[in-house]
C-alpha cells in the first residue's frame, strides 16, 4: 500500500503558484519523497525528490517539513500544460529498491 | 539522449494468445522496471531488472516473466492472457535503480485484450 495522502484533485489558475500537498506520517529517517507526473496517456515524469531539506530545480520546488511527517510541492507559475495527476511517493534509502509505489495521486486541473 | 522507447505501442489480442513487449532504456541505464497501469488498480510494479538479473518483484502471477540482454533492453511476456491483463504497461529506466537515481518512463504499450 502507498504510504502517502494526497488530495483527490485539486484547481489552479493559469500563472499562479500550484501548491500540492502529500502527507507521509509514517515516514522513517532514511526514506526519501518523490514526485512525479502523469500528463494523461504518458508514462510518468520525474519532477523532484528530498530527504530533509528543501529542494528547488527547474520545473518545481519540494519543501518537507522538519518533523518530515508532510510536503509541499510548488509549481511556481502554472500553466496549461502542468495539468496532470501528481504522485507523491516515499522511497527507502539504499540498496536495491528498483520499484516506486504509487498512490492515487492528486488531479491537478490547470485553469485559464 | 534519446529517451525510453517502447514497442509496440498499441497491441490487440485474444484471451488465451501470449504477448511480448519490448523496452530500451536510455543510453548508459542499467535498471529496467515494468510496470502495470489499469484504471481500476493504478500504477503497480511488476519486476525490475538489473544487469540481466531480476533484482525486485511485485505481485503479479507466474504468466507475468521478463528478461533483460546485455545491452540493458528488456522485454516482458505475459501468458495465457486474461480480458484483465488490459493495461497500459509501462517501462522505466533508472541508472542503478538505488536512491536518488530518478526513474525515466516511456510511452508505455497499451495492450487490449478481447
Known amino acids: 500500500d502507498a504510504k502517502t495522502t494526497q488530495p483527490t484533485s485539486m484547481d489552479c489558475a493559469e500563472g499562479r503558484a500550484a501548491n500540492l500537498p502529500c502527507n507521509h506520517s509514517t515516514i522513517s529517517g532514511n526514506e526519501y519523497v518523490y514526485w512525479y507526473r502523469q500528463i494523461h496517456s504518458q508514462g510518468p515524469q520525474y519532477i523532484i525528490h528530498?530527504?530533509?531539506n528543501n529542494e528547488t530545480n527547474e520545473m518545481a520546488s519540494l519543501i518537507i517539513t522538519e518533523d518530515r511527517k508532510s510536503s509541499t510541492l510548488i509549481l511556481p507559475h502554472a500553466t496549461l500544460r502542468d495539468t496532470a495527476v501528481y504522485y507523491c511517493i516515499v522511497r527507502l534509502y539504499g540498496g536495491s529498491q528498483g520499484n516506486l509505489i504509487f498512490g492515487k495521486g492528486t488531479k491537478l486541473s490547470v485553469k485559464p | 539522449k534519446a529517451g525510453v522507447t517502447q514497442t509496440p505501442r498499441y497491441l490487440i489480442k485474444t484471451r488465451g494468445q501470449q504477448v511480448t513487449l519490448s523496452c530500451s532504456p536510455i543510453?548508459?541505464?542499467?535498471?529496467v522496471s515494468w510496470y502495470q497501469q489499469t484504471p481500476g488498480q493504478g500504477l503497480q510494479f511488476l519486476f525490475e531488472?538489473?544487469?540481466?538479473?531480476?533484482?525486485n518483484k511485485g505481485n503479479f502471477p507466474g504468466r507475468f516473466s521478463g528478461r533483460q540482454f546485455s545491452n540493458s533492453r528488456s522485454e516482458m511476456n505475459v501468458s495465457t492472457l486474461e480480458l484483465g491483463d488490459s493495461a497500459l504497461y509501462l517501462c522505466?529506466?533508472?541508472?542503478?535503480?538505488?536512491?536518488?537515481?530518478?526513474?525515466?518512463f516511456g510511452p508505455g504499450t497499451r495492450l487490449t485484450v478481447t
Open positions: 531488472y538489473f544487469s540481466e538479473t531480476q533484482r
Open positions: 528530498g530527504l530533509k
Open positions: 522505466a529506466s533508472s541508472l542503478s535503480g538505488e536512491f536518488g537515481y530518478e526513474q525515466y
Open positions: 543510453s548508459g541505464h542499467r535498471s
